[in-house]
Protein backbone atom coordinates (compact mmCIF):
# COMPACT_ATOMS: atom_id res chain seq x y z
CA UNK A 1 0.00 0.00 0.00
CA UNK A 2 3.00 2.76 0.58
CA UNK A 3 4.70 0.98 -1.91
CA UNK A 4 5.06 4.49 -4.61
CA UNK A 5 6.26 8.07 -2.97
CA UNK A 6 4.11 11.00 -4.17
CA UNK A 7 7.05 13.22 -6.07
CA UNK A 8 6.92 16.80 -6.56
CA UNK A 9 6.56 18.12 -10.09
CA UNK A 10 9.13 20.47 -11.24
CA UNK A 11 8.88 22.30 -14.63
CA UNK A 12 12.39 23.21 -16.22
CA UNK A 13 13.21 25.43 -19.62
CA UNK A 14 12.66 22.80 -22.70
CA UNK A 15 10.73 20.64 -20.43
CA UNK A 16 8.52 18.70 -23.44
CA UNK A 17 4.29 17.41 -22.66
CA UNK A 18 6.06 14.06 -22.77
CA UNK A 19 7.92 15.07 -19.80
CA UNK A 20 5.40 16.49 -18.03
CA UNK A 21 2.89 14.14 -18.30
CA UNK A 22 5.50 11.07 -17.19
CA UNK A 23 5.66 13.54 -13.93
CA UNK A 24 1.95 13.39 -13.47
CA UNK A 25 2.29 9.70 -13.60
CA UNK A 26 4.66 10.46 -9.99
CA UNK A 27 2.53 13.13 -8.78
CA UNK A 28 -0.04 11.01 -7.23
CA UNK A 29 -2.11 13.91 -8.12
CA UNK A 30 -5.83 13.84 -8.69
CA UNK A 31 -6.75 14.37 -12.79
CA UNK A 32 -3.46 14.42 -13.08
CA UNK A 33 -2.15 10.66 -12.29
CA UNK A 34 -5.49 9.69 -14.40
CA UNK A 35 -4.21 12.06 -17.53
CA UNK A 36 -0.89 10.32 -17.33
CA UNK A 37 -2.03 6.67 -17.03
CA UNK A 38 -4.32 7.66 -20.02
CA UNK A 39 -1.60 8.48 -21.99
CA UNK A 40 0.02 5.25 -21.18
CA UNK A 41 -3.09 3.22 -22.54
CA UNK A 42 -3.17 5.50 -25.49
CA UNK A 43 0.22 4.68 -26.36
CA UNK A 44 -0.74 0.98 -25.92
CA UNK A 45 -4.10 0.96 -27.67
CA UNK A 46 -1.86 2.52 -30.39
CA UNK A 47 1.17 0.39 -30.71
CA UNK A 48 -1.32 -2.99 -30.72
CA UNK A 49 -1.84 -4.08 -33.89
CA UNK A 50 -4.48 -6.93 -33.27
CA UNK A 51 -6.54 -3.69 -31.88
CA UNK A 52 -9.24 -2.51 -33.77
CA UNK A 53 -9.64 0.95 -32.60
CA UNK A 54 -13.00 3.38 -32.18
CA UNK A 55 -12.46 7.01 -31.68
CA UNK A 56 -16.14 8.57 -30.33
CA UNK A 57 -16.03 12.05 -29.70
CA UNK A 58 -19.80 14.92 -29.19
CA UNK A 59 -20.15 17.69 -31.71
CA UNK A 60 -19.73 20.54 -30.09
CA UNK A 61 -15.89 20.57 -29.54
CA UNK A 62 -16.21 20.44 -33.01
CA UNK A 63 -16.92 24.10 -33.26
CA UNK A 64 -13.84 24.86 -31.41
CA UNK A 65 -9.73 24.31 -32.66
CA UNK A 66 -9.72 20.59 -30.89
CA UNK A 67 -11.22 19.86 -34.60
CA UNK A 68 -7.83 20.64 -35.70
CA UNK A 69 -6.13 17.82 -33.05
CA UNK A 70 -9.24 15.11 -34.38
CA UNK A 71 -8.36 16.24 -37.87
CA UNK A 72 -4.65 15.13 -37.40
CA UNK A 73 -5.66 12.18 -36.09
CA UNK A 74 -7.88 10.62 -38.19
CA UNK A 75 -4.98 11.93 -41.24
CA UNK A 76 -2.54 9.84 -39.91
CA UNK A 77 -4.82 6.92 -39.26
CA UNK A 78 -4.65 6.21 -35.94
CA UNK A 79 -8.23 5.02 -35.75
CA UNK A 80 -9.90 2.43 -37.17
CA UNK A 81 -13.53 3.45 -36.59
CA UNK A 82 -15.34 7.19 -35.82
CA UNK A 83 -18.46 7.42 -33.61
CA UNK A 84 -20.16 10.43 -33.48
CA UNK A 85 -23.27 12.57 -33.61
CA UNK A 86 -24.71 14.82 -36.64
CA UNK A 87 -22.95 18.02 -35.26
CA UNK A 88 -20.17 16.86 -35.61
CA UNK A 89 -20.59 17.09 -39.38
CA UNK A 90 -22.32 20.11 -39.10
CA UNK A 91 -19.48 22.07 -37.88
CA UNK A 92 -16.95 20.05 -39.64
CA UNK A 93 -18.59 21.31 -42.96
CA UNK A 94 -19.69 24.67 -42.21
CA UNK A 95 -16.42 25.40 -41.07
CA UNK A 96 -14.78 24.24 -44.53
CA UNK A 97 -16.85 27.01 -46.70
CA UNK A 98 -17.60 29.98 -43.59
CA UNK A 99 -15.49 30.86 -40.22
CA UNK A 100 -16.90 30.24 -36.14
CA UNK A 101 -15.78 33.15 -34.49
CA UNK A 102 -13.99 33.40 -30.77
CA UNK A 103 -16.84 34.90 -28.40
CA UNK A 104 -17.83 35.37 -24.66
CA UNK A 105 -20.41 32.79 -22.48
CA UNK A 106 -21.30 36.34 -20.49
CA UNK A 107 -23.51 37.82 -23.58
CA UNK A 108 -26.88 39.21 -24.86
CA UNK A 109 -28.76 36.44 -25.90
CA UNK A 110 -31.45 38.32 -26.77
CA UNK A 111 -29.39 40.31 -28.94
CA UNK A 112 -27.40 37.79 -30.63
CA UNK A 113 -30.40 36.60 -32.09
CA UNK A 114 -31.15 39.60 -33.54
CA UNK A 115 -28.07 39.97 -35.42
CA UNK A 116 -28.53 36.45 -36.86
CA UNK A 117 -25.58 35.00 -33.94
CA UNK A 118 -26.28 31.28 -32.68
CA UNK A 119 -23.67 31.20 -29.40
CA UNK A 120 -22.58 27.52 -28.58
CA UNK A 121 -20.99 28.69 -24.98
CA UNK A 122 -18.10 31.46 -25.84
CA UNK A 123 -18.39 30.79 -30.10
CA UNK A 124 -20.42 32.55 -32.00
CA UNK A 125 -21.62 30.98 -35.58
CA UNK A 126 -23.65 33.32 -37.42
CA UNK A 127 -26.77 31.88 -39.36
CA UNK A 128 -24.50 32.67 -42.61
CA UNK A 129 -22.03 30.07 -41.38
CA UNK A 130 -24.10 27.53 -40.57
CA UNK A 131 -27.81 25.95 -41.33
CA UNK A 132 -28.07 28.44 -44.95
CA UNK A 133 -24.44 27.20 -46.21
CA UNK A 134 -24.62 23.79 -45.11
CA UNK A 135 -28.35 23.62 -47.13
CA UNK A 136 -26.20 25.45 -50.78
CA UNK A 137 -23.85 23.21 -50.52
CA UNK A 138 -25.43 19.75 -49.16
CA UNK A 139 -28.46 19.74 -51.31
CA UNK A 140 -26.75 19.01 -54.94
CA UNK A 141 -23.88 16.94 -53.52
CA UNK A 142 -27.10 15.09 -51.84
CA UNK A 143 -28.42 15.11 -55.80
CA UNK A 144 -25.50 13.79 -56.81
CA UNK A 145 -25.50 10.90 -54.58
CA UNK A 146 -29.00 9.81 -55.33
CA UNK A 147 -28.11 9.51 -59.26
CA UNK A 148 -25.64 6.93 -57.97
CA UNK A 149 -28.25 5.04 -56.14
CA UNK A 150 -30.93 5.68 -53.57
CA UNK A 151 -29.74 4.11 -50.08
CA UNK A 152 -27.06 4.97 -48.26
CA UNK A 153 -25.36 4.49 -44.40
CA UNK A 154 -24.62 6.99 -42.41
CA UNK A 155 -20.87 5.86 -42.86
CA UNK A 156 -21.79 5.54 -47.11
CA UNK A 157 -23.28 8.87 -47.41
CA UNK A 158 -20.62 11.10 -45.07
CA UNK A 159 -17.88 9.64 -47.44
CA UNK A 160 -19.58 10.59 -50.54
CA UNK A 161 -19.47 13.82 -49.02
CA UNK A 162 -15.73 14.08 -48.35
CA UNK A 163 -14.91 12.88 -51.93
CA UNK A 164 -17.21 15.48 -53.00
CA UNK A 165 -15.32 18.48 -50.62
CA UNK A 166 -11.84 17.16 -51.95
CA UNK A 167 -11.47 20.44 -54.78
CA UNK A 168 -12.81 22.39 -51.55
CA UNK A 169 -9.47 25.13 -50.22
CA UNK A 170 -10.12 24.35 -47.06
CA UNK A 171 -10.75 20.52 -47.61
CA UNK A 172 -8.11 19.00 -45.82
CA UNK A 173 -8.95 21.05 -42.42
CA UNK A 174 -12.05 18.40 -42.35
CA UNK A 175 -12.29 15.28 -40.51
CA UNK A 176 -15.04 14.23 -43.19
CA UNK A 177 -12.29 14.69 -45.92
CA UNK A 178 -9.43 12.47 -44.24
CA UNK A 179 -11.91 9.87 -43.02
CA UNK A 180 -12.97 9.61 -47.10
CA UNK A 181 -9.09 9.82 -47.94
CA UNK A 182 -8.41 6.88 -45.62
CA UNK A 183 -11.17 4.95 -45.68
CA UNK A 184 -12.30 5.36 -41.94
CA UNK A 185 -15.62 4.90 -41.62
CA UNK A 186 -17.76 7.79 -39.65
CA UNK A 187 -20.94 5.91 -38.26
CA UNK A 188 -23.82 8.70 -37.03
CA UNK A 189 -26.05 6.90 -34.94
CA UNK A 190 -28.51 9.95 -34.69
CA UNK A 191 -28.18 10.89 -38.34
CA UNK A 192 -31.11 13.45 -38.01
CA UNK A 193 -30.55 15.08 -34.92
CA UNK A 194 -28.76 18.01 -36.76
CA UNK A 195 -28.56 20.20 -39.94
CA UNK A 196 -26.65 17.34 -41.86
CA UNK A 197 -29.57 15.39 -41.31
CA UNK A 198 -32.78 18.16 -41.95
CA UNK A 199 -30.74 18.42 -45.40
CA UNK A 200 -31.69 14.81 -46.24
CA UNK A 201 -34.88 14.87 -44.97
CA UNK A 202 -35.36 18.25 -46.73
CA UNK A 203 -33.69 16.31 -49.92
CA UNK A 204 -35.80 13.52 -49.53
CA UNK A 205 -38.94 15.81 -49.94
CA UNK A 206 -38.22 15.77 -53.60
CA UNK A 207 -36.67 12.07 -54.20
CA UNK A 208 -39.08 10.12 -52.10
CA UNK A 209 -37.25 6.97 -53.30
CA UNK A 210 -33.81 8.19 -51.43
CA UNK A 211 -32.99 6.41 -47.97
CA UNK A 212 -30.62 6.10 -45.76
CA UNK A 213 -30.40 3.26 -44.03
CA UNK A 214 -29.25 2.96 -40.42
CA UNK A 215 -29.00 -0.85 -39.78
CA UNK A 216 -26.46 -1.41 -43.13
CA UNK A 217 -23.62 1.13 -40.39
CA UNK A 218 -24.59 -1.81 -37.74
CA UNK A 219 -23.82 -4.51 -40.34
CA UNK A 220 -20.38 -2.88 -40.69
CA UNK A 221 -19.89 -2.50 -36.97
CA UNK A 222 -20.86 -6.52 -36.90
CA UNK A 223 -18.30 -7.61 -39.32
CA UNK A 224 -15.54 -5.25 -37.87
CA UNK A 225 -16.14 -6.06 -34.31
CA UNK A 226 -16.47 -9.83 -34.53
CA UNK A 227 -13.70 -10.07 -36.20
CA UNK A 228 -11.46 -8.19 -33.98
CA UNK A 229 -8.82 -9.95 -31.43
CA UNK A 230 -8.58 -6.86 -29.36
CA UNK A 231 -10.04 -3.58 -29.09
CA UNK A 232 -9.79 -0.28 -27.70
CA UNK A 233 -11.53 3.18 -27.58
CA UNK A 234 -10.84 6.91 -27.16
CA UNK A 235 -14.50 8.30 -25.65
CA UNK A 236 -14.67 11.90 -25.51
CA UNK A 237 -18.07 12.68 -23.85
CA UNK A 238 -20.80 10.54 -23.40
CA UNK A 239 -23.99 10.71 -25.10
CA UNK A 240 -25.28 8.39 -28.29
CA UNK A 241 -21.31 8.43 -29.47
CA UNK A 242 -19.75 6.67 -26.25
CA UNK A 243 -22.93 4.21 -25.69
CA UNK A 244 -22.99 3.34 -29.54
CA UNK A 245 -19.30 2.63 -29.24
CA UNK A 246 -19.29 0.52 -26.08
CA UNK A 247 -22.16 -1.14 -26.65
CA UNK A 248 -21.06 -3.05 -29.78
CA UNK A 249 -17.84 -4.05 -27.65
CA UNK A 250 -19.71 -5.82 -25.53
CA UNK A 251 -20.12 -8.63 -28.22
CA UNK A 252 -16.72 -9.15 -28.06
CA UNK A 253 -16.96 -9.63 -23.92
CA UNK A 254 -15.73 -5.77 -23.84
CA UNK A 255 -12.91 -3.55 -24.79
CA UNK A 256 -9.12 -4.29 -23.82
CA UNK A 257 -8.28 -0.40 -23.90
CA UNK A 258 -10.89 2.60 -22.65
CA UNK A 259 -9.92 5.96 -22.25
CA UNK A 260 -13.22 8.20 -21.63
CA UNK A 261 -13.06 11.71 -20.81
CA UNK A 262 -15.79 13.73 -19.34
CA UNK A 263 -17.29 16.59 -17.56
CA UNK A 264 -20.71 15.00 -16.41
CA UNK A 265 -21.16 13.69 -13.10
CA UNK A 266 -22.28 9.93 -12.19
CA UNK A 267 -24.85 10.18 -9.30
CA UNK A 268 -27.18 11.14 -11.50
CA UNK A 269 -27.19 7.59 -13.50
CA UNK A 270 -26.75 9.28 -16.96
CA UNK A 271 -24.24 7.51 -19.28
CA UNK A 272 -22.28 10.59 -19.33
CA UNK A 273 -21.56 10.75 -16.00
CA UNK A 274 -20.69 6.78 -15.98
CA UNK A 275 -17.07 5.65 -14.91
CA UNK A 276 -15.81 2.95 -17.48
CA UNK A 277 -16.14 0.94 -14.00
CA UNK A 278 -19.69 0.64 -14.36
CA UNK A 279 -19.21 -0.39 -18.26
CA UNK A 280 -17.46 -3.33 -16.85
CA UNK A 281 -20.69 -4.62 -15.00
CA UNK A 282 -22.63 -4.41 -18.35
CA UNK A 283 -19.59 -6.58 -20.10
CA UNK A 284 -18.78 -3.70 -22.40
CA UNK A 285 -15.40 -3.41 -20.74
CA UNK A 286 -13.58 -6.28 -20.26
CA UNK A 287 -12.93 -6.40 -16.08
CA UNK A 288 -8.97 -6.57 -16.90
CA UNK A 289 -8.99 -4.01 -19.23
CA UNK A 290 -6.42 -1.02 -19.55
CA UNK A 291 -9.41 1.46 -18.67
CA UNK A 292 -9.53 5.35 -16.70
CA UNK A 293 -11.70 7.74 -16.68
CA UNK A 294 -10.52 11.41 -16.81
CA UNK A 295 -12.41 14.30 -15.82
CA UNK A 296 -11.97 17.20 -17.40
CA UNK A 297 -12.05 19.53 -20.38
CA UNK A 298 -11.06 18.01 -24.10
CA UNK A 299 -10.74 21.06 -25.47
CA UNK A 300 -7.50 20.82 -22.83
CA UNK A 301 -6.96 17.34 -22.33
CA UNK A 302 -7.13 16.08 -26.20
CA UNK A 303 -4.43 18.48 -27.09
CA UNK A 304 -1.77 17.73 -24.42
CA UNK A 305 -2.83 13.55 -25.02
CA UNK A 306 -1.89 13.42 -28.91
CA UNK A 307 1.07 16.00 -27.61
CA UNK A 308 2.45 13.51 -25.18
CA UNK A 309 1.82 10.87 -27.56
CA UNK A 310 4.15 11.79 -30.51
CA UNK A 311 6.65 13.19 -28.24
Given at each position: ??G?????I?????E??S???T??G???GF?AK?FS??A????N?Q?DR?CL??????A???????????K?????KM????I?TC???????A??W??Y????EI??D????E???????N??IPN???G??LE???IP????A??SK???ST?E??AFV?E?I?N??K????IVY?AW??G??????????G????Q????S???K???I?V???E?????????AK???A??LGG?????????????????DY??Y??????W?G???G???E???S???V?????????????TV???ML????I?
Amino acid sequence: MLGKIVEDIHIEKGETVSDLVTQFGNAGGFTAKKFSQAATIFKNMQNDRECLRFFSFTADIISTGVRGVIKDMVKNKMFDVLITTCGTLDHDLARVWKDYYSGTEISDDAKLKEEGINRLYNIFIPNDSYGYILEEKLIPIFKRAAESKKEYSTSEIIAFVGESIANEKKAEDSIVYWAWKNGIPIIVPGITDGSFGSQLWMYSQKDKDFRINVISDEDLLAEKVFKAKKSGALMLGGGISKHHTIWWNQFKSGLDYAIYMTTAVDWDGSLSGAKLEEAVSWGKVKPKAEQVTVEGDVTVLLPMLLASYIG
